[in-house]
């Protein structure tokens, strides 16, 4: 009976730091990622310009998103110029990719998971690695079928008003789920082990 207390009150202690960490690590990501945002975009209340012209990674994160998506258009038929942010498909939709565009709030949650979860280094490295680009892929497909469907569909496009809001519910479930099997398969390692050690 004491046994079972102390094991409750562990894991009552383990659950609090975890969504402490949690809290903190995603906080800390995601407003650094805003904060950064506004050193390195000109105008921008904390602009630096020797920041964004050296460690621009928001910049450079368009791009990777900009590129692939514009190809992916151009498979389709379509002709498509673009900027450093923005993709104009000729006879279809002007799409701007803004920092809201990105996905870096869930990529800082994903980040913020794997920190404050306990498991091996190893697992958490493959993890991330997987979800960010999971994340990136997703995001490209979207830009991309943005492009492709407001090009065939011109007059359907009020019905596209809240792609942003979809596509953050299809990555966080993508995301989720992925989170879902990673815990199931880390629990079922840390208990074999725990089980081994009682035995020997």
């Not at 202690?13 to 969504?19: G, L, Q, T």
């Not at 012209?53 to 692939?68: D, T, V």
Request: net charge positive; glycine share 6%; with cysteine.
């Amino acid at each position: 009976m004491e046994q079972s207390l102390d094991d409750k009150k562990k894991a009552n202690k383990a659950a609090i730091i975890f969504v402490v960490k949690l809290l903190v690590c995603y906080l800390l990501f995601s407003q650094g990622n805003l904060f950064m945002n506004s050193v390195m975009s000109e105008g921008g209340r904390f602009y630096n310009e020797y920041f964004a012209s050296h460690f621009n990674y928001i910049q450079a994160l368009k791009s990777a998103l900009i590129l692939p998506a514009v190809w992916i258009i151009k498979l389709f038929g379509f002709y498509a110029i673009y900027n450093q942010s923005d993709i104009m498909v000729v006879d279809g939709p002007w799409l701007r990719i803004n920092y809201a565009c990105l996905g870096l709030g869930v990529m800082s949650f994903l980040a913020a998971f794997v920190i404050a979860f306990p498991a091996k280094l190893k697992a958490k490295f493959r993890l991330l690695a997987i979800g960010i680009i999971m994340i990136y892929l997703l995001n490209v497909a979207r830009i991309a079928a943005l492009g492709v469907l407001l090009g065939f569909f011109k007059s359907q496009r009020r019905n596209f008003t809240y792609h942003h809001e979809v596509f953050n519910i299809i990555v966080y479930i993508c995301v989720f789920v992925l989170l879902y099997y990673w815990i199931k398969k880390n629990t079922q390692l840390i208990a074999k082990k725990e089980t081994g050690a009682k035995i020997e």
